[in-house]
């Protein structure tokens, strides 16, 4: 970024290059044509431009504006004259050249040519577009460069999105692995500042079971399934749009159909799904890919394919994780120590491949846990049978065991599944609530995890052997591997940094519709002291929160002390814009009953 001065030396010598052609306008003025593109008028270009300017709708109040286009420079010109400050983006050094030996020749602007992937680097434009900020696009610019200029705006609106709070809701399933991941998502977001719904559905299962359970005739049964999961749709898509986010991330089983993502569209809400699925094993990804603006995943390689065989042109892997807030060491009490303790355990569905790999484990002292495990072999193994565990008791048997054995499922294999390629959540787990443990090596496991230093691997029950007899021997080993593992997670792998990927890959595609639909900068009470001075009665009572409160009223509340208490003059003021709004809403609520 330098100034137009800075740059004349360089484009002095710069030499037109065939198809760009310079001519006298009517007016007399310089004017030029470009691929058959006239950059301004043929009759009257400064004219033209200040007609531009008037037309643009720019804000009297933010006064600083990029001009993406520098033309011949008459809109530039016009723009200093009216007291912006300008900064230019150009993608021809040539058509730069005209401008600065023209309009611009005694100008004193900031002015960028060429690639705009490099502006990003640029500290100068970064300050820039920290700060408020205009865009004007020169619009013959963006008839010869309609890819540069929609990069330019990617760009700016990506760097500009990152200081703001988004509103992001979160659509739930009733029942399944995904449920407990989308209220792990949902507190992600919230942990990042932004604004959050999480619309949880669970509490419909119950009833779902009961209305299609309590029916004999399968299509009668299937029937009011349907209605039920229609209902459910038609009761999130009414929270979401009241709620009305920038984001909607929609979770894998979620009762909505391939409809719901249109809806959203009509709102402006950008949508996602993550299909925290094996692909091969739960179809229906087919009817929904297409249908969100971006398809997040766990799968590398051939589901990539599928989905772009499907039609899926914004797709992404985004693996699962672990909540700290959840996935932590627990102390076991002497009671849990003989519910618990055991040389090795598994955690976990029984699917066939897993049952008939821990037959070959039952001469150890080992605890299965989970569901559908119907080997009759292992059933003396089984702890709680048919029981969900909580993550309460998950975070017990980690602590529990010597060694946790991590299996992923397959219905294809009878052991370790060599075309596994869906790492589970269960890794991301153990490893942060402080468990040892060992796993087959899914593919692309390795990207997430140190094999020698952090998780150790087996690919056939032999190996597994192997290790479980070397480390049930060497609990030093264990720990210090265990504490590697853990480390990583919480420094790379919590939902926290799922959901900023997440949100890196959105703003992204969709940063400007995000800042046309609205957001808005969220700042923390620390911030607003600092602000407001932190020896002023303001600044004073926020430093009294924690920190990294979001200054809202909302959450302000959490704070007040009721009505009827001695109340600080900071606390007054907010404890009477809380009974103004209350007052207000119930106000707004009979007017609507009548």
Same mark, same amino acid.
């Given at each position: ?25 009517q ?41 993406v ?17 300008v ?19 005694d ?8 690639d ?9 434009f ?17 008839r ?5 200029? /929609?990069? =330019? ?5 990506? #760097?500009? *999105? %990152?200081?703001?709070?988004?509103? +992001?809701?979160?659509?739930? &399933? ?38 299609t ?5 399968k ?18 898509? /009414?929270? =979401? ?5 920038? #984001?909607? *991330? %929609?979770?894998?089983?979620?009762? +909505?159909?391939?409809?719901? &993502? ?8 950008v949508?996602a ?11 229906y ?10 398809f ?13 065989e ?33 040389? +090795? ?20 002292h080992?605890?299965i ?24 008791t ?5 602590a ?30 153990i ?16 990207n ?6 952090e ?16 480390f ?11 504490d ?7 420094r790379?792998?919590?939902y ?53 409160t ?45």
């Amino acid at each position: 970024m330098k100034s137009v001065r800075a740059w004349a030396p360089d484009l002095a010598t710069e030499p037109l290059r065939e198809g760009i052609e310079t001519e006298r306008a009517q007016s007399g003025e310089t004017t030029a044509r470009v691929q058959g593109v006239y950059l301004h008028s043929r009759y009257r270009p400064r004219e033209e431009a200040a007609r531009l300017i008037d037309d643009a709708g720019l804000s009297s109040i933010v006064r600083a504006v990029l001009v993406v286009g520098i033309g011949c420079g008459y809109h530039v010109a016009e723009l200093i004259a009216r007291g912006y400050r300008v900064t230019i983006f150009e993608p021809d050094r040539c058509v730069a050249k005209i401008a600065i030996e023209s309009a611009l020749a005694d100008s004193d602007v900031m002015l960028a040519i060429g690639d705009p992937d490099q502006l990003i680097a640029d500290s100068d434009f970064l300050k820039l577009t920290r700060a408020d900020l205009q865009i004007l696009v020169h619009p013959p610019t963006e008839r010869l460069h309609p890819e540069v200029v /929609a990069a =330019v705006r990617r760009h700016v609106a990506s #760097i500009q *999105i %990152v200081s703001k709070s988004l509103s +992001v809701a979160v659509v739930g &399933p009733m029942y399944g692995g995904s449920l407990p991941i989308a209220s792990y998502l949902a507190r992600a977001f919230e942990h990042l500042g932004h604004r959050t719904l999480f619309v949880d559905t669970s509490d419909a299962w119950d009833l779902y079971q009961r209305v299609t359970g309590t029916v004999r005739s399968k299509n009668a049964s299937g029937q009011l399934g349907s209605l039920l999961a229609n209902v459910l749709e038609q009761w999130a898509y /009414a929270q =979401v749009a009241e709620f009305a986010p920038n #984001i909607c *991330i %929609v979770m894998a089983q979620a009762p +909505v159909g391939p409809s719901f &993502p249109a809806r959203l569209c009509k709102e402006n809400i950008v949508s996602a799904f993550w299909f925290v699925e094996n692909w091969r094993h739960m179809p229906y990804w087919r009817q929904v890919c297409r249908e969100y603006d971006c398809f997040f995943h766990l799968q590398p390689g051939e589901f990539e394919l599928k989905l772009e065989e499907a039609g899926c042109r914004r797709h992404t892997l985004v693996q699962t994780g672990c909540d700290p807030d959840v996935h932590k060491p627990v102390e076991l009490s002497h009671a849990d120590q003989n519910e618990f303790g055991c040389e +090795v355990a598994f955690a976990g569905a029984g699917y066939n491949n897993r049952s008939q790999f821990l037959l070959g484990l039952t001469d150890y002292h080992l605890r299965i846990w989970g569901t559908e495990w119907n080997a009759r072999e292992l059933q003396p193994f089984l702890s709680h049978p048919e029981e969900r565990f909580t993550p309460e008791t998950f975070a017990k048997i980690v602590a529990g065991a010597s060694i946790n054995l991590n299996l992923h499922s397959s219905a294809t294999h009878s052991g370790v599944d060599p075309r596994c390629d869906a790492v589970n959540p269960r890794v991301f787990e153990i490893a942060a609530c402080g468990g040892f443990q060992i796993c087959d090596p899914c593919n692309g496991l390795s990207n997430f995890f140190d094999f020698e230093s952090e998780l150790p691997v087996y690919r056939d029950l032999k190996q597994c052997r192997t290790l479980i007899d070397h480390f049930l021997k060497a609990p030093d080993e264990r720990r210090v591997l265990a504490d590697n593992a853990r480390n990583r997670a919480l420094r790379e792998h919590t939902y926290t940094h799922r959901a900023q990927q997440m949100l890196d890959n959105l703003t992204s595609l969709f940063a400007g519709q995000m800042l046309a639909k609205g957001v808005r900068v969220q700042r923390t009470v620390s911030e607003m002291a600092e602000r407001a001075g932190k020896e002023s009665p303001l600044g004073r009572y926020l430093s009294t929160l924690p920190p990294n409160t979001l200054f809202s009223q909302t959450a302000l509340n959490n704070f007040i002390p009721v009505m009827g208490t001695p109340l600080s003059h900071p606390e007054g003021v907010f404890a009477y814009l809380r009974e103004l709004r209350t007052s207000a809403e119930q106000l707004l609520a009979l007017f609507d009953g009548a």
